[in-house]
């Protein structure tokens, strides 16, 4: 994981735009995109910077993480990865980052599949916060589905969807949410959620 990586991810932990963090560390918008993907080589000055919006020892930023080992398939099942972030490349996405851990599912034909841990609310209660969603690059999306939707600047979520024309708009099941419409052309990937499975933490919680 780059330092532009965990950059974004303790961005995304904290609900910040490109925009506000930007504002925080007196950079413009378009320079902390070119920092996430790694264009810009960071100063110790701009790292002490980083560390002080989250809170966080500059150690944090060069710290490497164990990469999980994808378990041996089992008959009827297949291990996929489960991720916090995705990049986008300039024709699909790009899975630079470790995966946080493997997951095994039933085994179907379509392989192009992947998981991405929830964080947040806007799904909330049909998808939780610390939920897994399992997600199709292959099955075309519907009107009325759930899908990952990644936009231009690599912000990600997870909503319903509803396709106008030219317009795609986004729904959360948490009705605290209004509805937002984007042209088709400020999304740079949209895939259909196929599944999803509870966190075993929140589980407990709601049976204890």
């Not at 930007?22 to 413009?28: C, N, T, Y």
């Not at 300039?90 to 997951?103: A, D, G, R």
């Not at 039933?106 to 806007?122: I, L």
């Not at 088709?184 to 949209?190: A, G, H, M, S």
Request: hydrophobic content about 35%; overall charge negative.
């Amino acid at each position: 994981m780059s330092v532009g990586d965990i950059i974004r991810k303790f961005r995304r932990e904290r609900d910040f735009s490109q925009e506000y963090l930007a504002e925080l560390v007196g950079k413009s918008q378009e320079q902390i995109s070119l920092i996430e993907r790694g264009n810009i080589d960071l100063n110790t000055e701009l790292i002490q910077k980083f560390a002080k919006v989250f809170d966080v020892s500059p150690s944090e930023f060069f710290k490497e993480d164990a990469v999980p080992e994808k378990p041996k398939d089992i008959i009827g099942l297949e291990s996929i990865p489960v991720y916090t972030e995705i990049h986008a490349g300039e024709k699909s996405l790009m899975f630079t980052e470790k995966p946080l851990e493997y997951i095994a599912i039933p085994k179907t034909e379509n392989s192009q599949k992947f998981a991405m841990k929830v964080k947040g609310d806007s799904m909330k209660p049909k998808i939780e916060n610390g939920d897994i969603v399992i997600i199709s690059q292959k099955r075309e999306p519907k009107s009325g589905d759930i899908c990952f939707v990644m936009f231009e600047n690599e912000d990600t979520c997870i909503r319903y969807i509803q396709f106008h024309n030219d317009l795609i708009t986004l729904s959360s099941a948490n009705t605290d949410n209004p509805p937002e419409t984007f042209r088709r052309e400020e999304v740079k990937f949209l895939y259909k959620v196929i599944g999803y499975y509870r966190s075993v933490k929140r589980s407990e919680e709601h049976t204890s």
